[in-house]
């Protein structure tokens, strides 16, 4: 081998050499050498065999890849399918001990025609095999290598031999992105060049920098801090994230509203002529250049373009260009969105990450936090095409992305459509609510009244219309859904209510500013982010606040059954007040071990200071964030070191995913290349005992406000949520219907569904529509697949209409379809359909950009196009066929939606997603029906502020809207 060189290591299977089944692994080491690197390649069995005698990766990682303990390759190729540490846990140090970057190089078991043709890409299966499970080894997830062809025939038996034959164009792809990543181990610091991309939507000055929970540029002045002490080239540092920020408004942004085309030109640090951008554009598959030109008229388009060149916004700093990601284009050609849903992104968007790559010559770029357009750009879900637009935009650019740890399911798609490596950061510290303002004032008048029933009797009669008065100025005798007139009919009803009410809202955890990457809150931020984090227990430590309860005498079940009431057993409190009593003290105990420096030798002494009285389960929580959760929120700091180790061409550690504040504080520390879920896994049986109990409570909250069973349910599934709760949704849309999972002993694995016996179901089967979103479709084609069997299974069960509302529904819509020409079995098919979603390879729901861009008039307006959207059947026979008839069926009788939430650290008004596809779907079932539905948003136990024990269903709460 020449020492010059960089060097990869490529492994595979033994069976794949036994059976000669070896064209594309030839293919990758061909690849390798043509691009002037060395490899070693190895065939071996991965695990050990102690009977047989046989060696696992351990032995090949020694003495192949390794040299004395120290690597001698530079990035290791895997086509291996599932993961390698999930099997063998005493394998967890292997690929951190080699330190390189590690490529997932699919292959699937698609055909080549079916890959090439089909918008999802990979099967069904390779989701999981080829993606999920590796992405738990720290895998980067790339492209396929090969496909699985039939055409051989064995001369013995005659059967058709299964072969995996290589797609040359992608495997020259896999290479080239690989060999980059291993290329940043041999460039020095001072010669890397690297882009930072922020992100922009819309495309507004005041929108630039835009990322969940983050505080971009005061993380990425930070991190510029610590490139510069690392030796990279940076002209200047920055006294802080307002500076940089404002340095990168003098300069040309993406904003069109506020620059002529002369000072864009002038300011924008980078340019593009006809000689750059025109064989850009040539290089383009065909049917990409016609499709952009289609929709962009002839390169370069009218986008940032003057005389005839090409301009990209951004600074250059050195080695590093500070840039602004390209607008999308919804919002420059607004009239597509009501007839196309494959809108491509501008000449200008491929164009600025060419300049990136052919003119800045970067070695690496960062997306700064979530998120942006390029992983939600057209194309196949997952394994992914030349002619996939996200592959078009990041080439063979390695790709570090920072991304908050409570969303896996974004942080999911970039990694496996923009083939980053993320580095999760930690969410906002958290705090309470409390109240203010008009709120306060109905608190204030409620303490008075309270004093008054106790001293002053007489003067009751004048505080009820004042706090009536104060009610209505607050808004809250809409949230309460109360007249007047009831009102005063029962002043004490009114009162618990209000109470209760209150209480939830004080309570409300919310998002105490914005995280600094690598930046821990301290001080009285800690210590309230610490108590927020331990609200609900975490694995085996209990709950802060409940055994704070449980330590003072109080049941906390019966605290919060009666939140709103003063009883005597209360001391003549509220429920909520001694709750709110427990929180101050959590904080009180947790603030004084802060003060000695969480020295845990104190614990017993503060629980009884505080509770006047020790408490082993108190003491435990607090022994956990002493010992366990306060230095993993310290370790922040691993969150610019990783991405210092990406830019080095190093193994980012794995991680898992989560809400931390929904008793996953465990997942806990961040900086780690955050891994989700194996879809094979969902609901898993803790998921299923959630999801009885939503639906439980959704039932009962439709007879209660109703009388009678829905004839339909709008559900609204996320992938986001399924992976935290692994699969409450899921669990609660098959219970609905009457079936539930069978899971695989040993593996845990969900192998089919069983239905459930009427006699034992005890109400009829119902009738439940899922909305999916893009992502979930792109991660959980084996749920899409289930649902759609779940609600065939139901609709064929022989049971009277009123003991199966699903059956009786799809037998008149296939009746209606008989009668329209279709023949039967083709009736039955499109009368059953029960998925629905936007069109594959496409993502959104039609409402969001109609909304931002104020092009709508009326609600039909948002609901027709929400239909154009999201009428896509997905299931046996329909990967996303546009069946508007039959979506609209549905939504004709669908009486009652319903979102769940999951998380504390997201509501109703964190974001655009919630009114795009939960506010969508209510007002197209109006468009159809002519009225609202009954519109719910379900809570979760503990999740939300309530800390209930049962699911909870709110209308129309400040929280929910």
Not at 395 to 409: A, C, K, Q, R, T
Not at 689 to 706: F, M, N, P, W
Request: proline share 6%.
């Amino acid at each position: 081998m020449d020492p010059e060189k960089i060097t990869a290591g490529l492994w595979f299977y033994q069976s794949y050499w036994l059976n000669d089944n070896l064209a594309y692994i030839d293919a990758v080491i061909r690849e390798i050498e043509l691009q002037g690197a060395n490899v070693i390649c190895v065939f071996h069995f991965r695990y050990k065999d102690a009977e047989r005698g046989n060696r696992g990766a351990d032995y090949v990682v020694d003495n192949f890849f390794m040299d004395n303990g120290r690597p001698r390759i530079d990035v290791l190729i895997s086509p291996m399918m599932f993961s390698l540490t999930l099997a063998a846990p005493e394998y967890k140090d292997l690929l951190p001990k080699l330190n390189v970057p590690f490529i997932q190089a699919m292959v699937t078991m698609n055909s080549y025609a079916e890959w090439k043709e089909g918008l999802q890409g990979v099967s069904t299966m390779d989701v999981s095999f080829s993606a999920a499970q590796p992405e738990f080894d720290g895998a980067l997830i790339t492209v396929p290598v090969a496909t699985r062809e039939q055409e051989d025939i064995d001369p013995v038996t005659g059967a058709l031999l299964a072969r995996y034959v290589p797609i040359p164009e992608r495997v020259k792809k896999m290479v080239s992105l690989s060999l980059n990543w291993a290329r940043l181990r041999k460039i020095s610091n001072k010669d890397k060049k690297i882009a930072i991309v922020f992100h922009h939507y819309p495309p507004r000055n005041d929108r630039i920098g835009c990322a969940a929970g983050l505080d971009s540029f005061e993380s990425v002045k930070l991190l510029l801090d610590r490139m510069k002490e690392e030796g990279y080239w940076i002209d200047r540092i920055y006294e802080s994230g307002d500076e940089l920020a404002r340095e990168l408004l003098d300069r040309m942004t993406c904003d069109q509203r506020w620059l002529t085309p002369e000072r864009m030109a002038q300011r924008a640090a980078a340019h593009a002529g006809e000689e750059m951008f025109g064989p850009w554009h040539e290089a383009l598959p065909a049917p990409i250049r016609e499709k952009m030109t289609a929709d962009w008229g002839e390169v370069p388009g009218d986008l940032f373009v003057h005389e005839g060149k090409m301009h990209f916004a951004g600074l250059i700093n050195g080695n590093i260009f500070i840039t602004i990601q390209p607008p999308r284009g919804y919002f420059e050609n607004i009239d597509k969105i009501y007839h196309d849903f494959y809108l491509s992104p501008p000449h200008h968007y491929l164009a600025h990450y060419r300049w990136i790559k052919d003119v800045f010559r970067a070695d690496a770029v960062m997306h700064v936090g979530k998120h942006g357009s390029l992983e939600w750009l057209p194309g196949k879900a997952l394994g992914l095409s030349d002619a996939c637009y996200p592959d078009l935009a990041i080439m063979d650019l390695p790709n570090v992305y920072p991304y908050i740890i409570n969303d896996p399911s974004e942080g999911t798609q970039a990694k496996r459509r923009s083939y980053c490596c993320i580095i999760d950061h930690l969410t906002p510290a958290f705090t309470n609510a409390d109240l203010y303002e008009d709120l306060a004032k109905v608190e204030n008048l409620l303490k008075d009244y309270a004093d008054a029933g106790r001293e002053d009797p007489g003067k009751l009669p004048v505080l009820r219309p004042m706090i009536w008065e104060a009610l209505k100025a607050a808004d809250l005798h809409k949230d309460l859904e109360i007249s007047e007139k009831d009102a005063f009919a029962d002043f004490d009803a009114l009162l618990e209510k209000l109470h209760g009410y209150l209480a939830d809202l004080a309570d409300t955890m919310i998002n105490d500013g914005l995280h600094i990457m690598g930046k821990s809150p301290e001080e009285d931020r800690l210590v309230e982010f610490l108590v927020q984090l331990t609200r609900l227990p975490n694995g085996g430590t209990p709950s802060l606040r409940e055994s704070a309860l449980n330590a003072l005498g109080y049941d906390y079940d019966d605290l919060l059954e009666n939140k709103g009431k003063s009883l005597l057993r209360f001391q003549n409190k509220t429920g909520g007040q001694i709750i709110q009593s427990a929180h101050e003290k959590g904080l009180a105990m947790v603030k004084a071990l802060e003060e000695s420096r969480f020295d845990a030798a104190g614990i017993d002494a503060v629980v009884e200071s505080h509770l006047g009285r020790k408490d082993k389960n108190v003491a435990a929580v607090l022994r956990y964030i002493c010992e366990i959760l306060t230095p993993n929120i310290r370790r922040v700091t691993d969150e610019i070191d990783s991405s210092l180790t990406g830019f080095d061409g190093g193994f980012v550690l794995p991680g898992p995913s989560g809400a931390p504040s929904r008793g996953q504080a465990d997942i806990l520390p961040t900086g780690r290349n955050f891994y989700s879920v194996d879809p094979q896994k969902i609901p898993t049986p803790g998921a299923w005992e959630v999801g009885k109990k939503l639906g439980e409570a959704l039932i009962s909250r439709c007879l209660e406000e109703t009388g009678k069973y829905p004839e339909g349910v709008g559900i609204i599934v996320w992938g986001g949520s399924t992976m935290r709760t692994k699969g409450d949704d899921i669990a609660e849309i098959y219970y609905l219907m009457g079936v539930k999972p069978v899971w695989a002993k040993g593996s845990g694995d969900v192998t089919g569904l069983e239905v459930i016996p009427a006699s034992e179901l005890g109400r009829p089967r119902l009738d439940v529509v899922p909305r999916i979103s893009g992502f979930f479709r792109d991660s959980f084609p084996n749920l899409v697949e289930r649902i759609d069997e779940a609600a065939r299974i139901v609709a064929a069960l022989n049971e009277p209409p009123d003991a199966n509302i699903l059956r009786r529904n799809v037998l008149r819509d296939a009746e209606g379809y008989m009668k329209e020409g279709m023949a039967g079995e083709e009736a039955m098919r499109e009368a059953t359909f029960r998925v629905f979603g936007c069109p594959p390879g496409t993502y959104g729901a039609g409402v969001s950009e109609l909304v931002e861009s104020k092009n709508w008039k009326t609600q039909e307006d948002l609901g027709n196009n929400y239909i154009r959207y999201s009428a896509h059947a997905y299931g046996k026979g329909s990967y996303g066929r546009q069946k508007p008839a039959a979506f609209r069926n549905l939504l004709s009788r669908m009486d009652v939606t319903v979102k769940n939430e999951d998380s504390r650290e997201y509501d109703m008004m964190s974001c655009t997603d919630f009114y795009n596809y939960y506010g969508g779907l209510i007002v197209a079932a109006k468009t159809v029906r002519g009225e609202l539905p009954f519109a719910l948003v379900q809570r979760r136990r503990g999740h939300l502020p309530h800390d209930g024990r049962g699911p909870r269903l709110g209308r129309h709460g400040r929280s929910d809207r």
